[in-house]
């Protein structure tokens, strides 16, 4: 916009918002400090609940989006960010790949798991089986993670915020394993899920010599077939696979393990 000699450009639009989770991953932006001060500067926070108490909301560039939908309220609200976003970012576990709430999702369990829970109790909202946000909407763009890490978030909203788009992390963990030359977990037989699990944490298990749970969800080009075959072969049951691969696999891993 230019007013007379005056030009004024516009803050990037900002709102992150958060679903059925932790809040871990906010709770990584809050505690950045110097760099959530930064973060506030370059940008205009339309909705951060954990560090501001702004009401605006309306058009926004980029939509960062914690938790997975579990509720019809969650649901509605998610598909009404969705249409005032430019941008939809996915970030951490529970919103890439369902989380650890989503482990069971699909099996035909819901219902009885509910009544086991809750019992008959009157629901405010309805509740859903929890799923990954691109269950709902188109998502953009993806961040991993449980939690995600500072030194990947300001980096892509920075790129984001300028046009630039992030650059994709096609690696497992085991990628980061061997840079790091740490030695195979698997070489003594024990359990770890590195070569199926998406990579971008710097093997921090592995490094304090404890075997990769899969926090970062599912690697899409893991030979998950022949990964459950070689971990059999260590003494553990297939279904014992099947149950930790889903811990953070969530819904998302179903179509990965299909058949296995």
Known sequence: MTTGDQKTTQK????????????????IIVHTEDDLLKLFGATEIRSF????????????DVALIEGSISTAEEKEHIQEIRK????????????V?????????????????????YGTST??????EATPVDAHVT???????????????????????????????PHPVCHECKLNEVRCLLLDKKFCLGPITAGGCGAICPLHNVSCVGCWGPQADGNFKEHFTLLESF???RDEVRRRVRNYGGHKILGFVKGL
Request: include cysteine; charged fraction near 20%; aromatic fraction near 8%.
């Open 12 to 27: 990037p639009r900002i709102g992150v918002y958060g679903f059925t989770g932790c809040a871990g991953d906010q709770l």
């Open 49 to 60: 609940v954990m560090a501001s108490s702004r009401p605006p909301e309306g058009e926004i």
């Open 84 to 95: 005032r976003a430019k941008i939809l970012v996915a970030i951490g576990n529970c919103a």
């Open 97 to 117: 790949s369902g989380g650890p709430q989503a482990m069971y999702t699909g099996d035909g369990t819901f219902d009885s798991r509910l009544e086991a829970v």
């Open 123 to 128: 629901f405010v909202t309805d509740p859903l």
């Open 139 to 169: 998502v953009d763009y993806y961040l991993p993670g449980c939690p995600i890490d500072a030194d990947d978030i300001f980096p892509l909203v920075s790129r984001l915020i300028h046009g630039a788009s992030p650059e994709p992390f």
């Open 235 to 237: 003494g553990i049951t």
